[in-house]
């Protein structure tokens, strides 16, 4: 059953993922390399190595490669699964919006199109 009200869009994008808990001085120390499997406008489907609690707060930066941005974002665990084998574990987070331009940099990468410059005005 499908719980996500916004739609999912399936791209592998690279993700830096640390406990929201800890100082934001020790980000690179604390943070665990991490992937997306799917990304919507209210949250993410991420595999990593590391197990993250369902209710952990967390700061996500995702590399949006398409849009050429980089998403920094907080959010919740609200469900997490173990992999099977050499798999990662994969964690559903929702984005903890607190500004506009997070929610905009999404819409941006999910909908803008690239346009080309004219070479012709007339």
């Not at 739609?7 to 406990?19: A, H, L, Q, T």
């Not at 800890?22 to 604390?30: L, P």
């Not at 905009?104 to 199109?113: G, N, R, S, T, V």
Request: with cysteine; hydrophobic share 40%.
């Amino acid at each position: 059953m499908e719980h996500r009200k916004d739609k999912r869009f399936e791209e592998r994008d690279r993700v830096i993922i640390r406990d929201g808990g800890r100082s934001s001085q020790s980000f690179a120390k604390n943070a665990v390399n991490a992937h997306t499997y799917d990304v919507s406008l209210t949250g993410a489907r991420i595999g990593c190595q590391k197990d993250f609690p369902v209710g952990a707060l967390v700061h996500v930066v995702i590399d949006l490669e398409r849009s050429e941005q980089f998403l920094r974002v907080d959010g919740r665990v609200v469900w997490g699964q173990a992999g099977q084998g050499d798999e990662p574990f994969e964690i559903g987070v929702q984005f903890l919006h607190t500004i506009p331009d997070t929610i905009l940099a999404l819409i941006k990468h999910f909908y803008a199109k690239k346009v080309g410059i004219p070479s012709l005005v007339s």
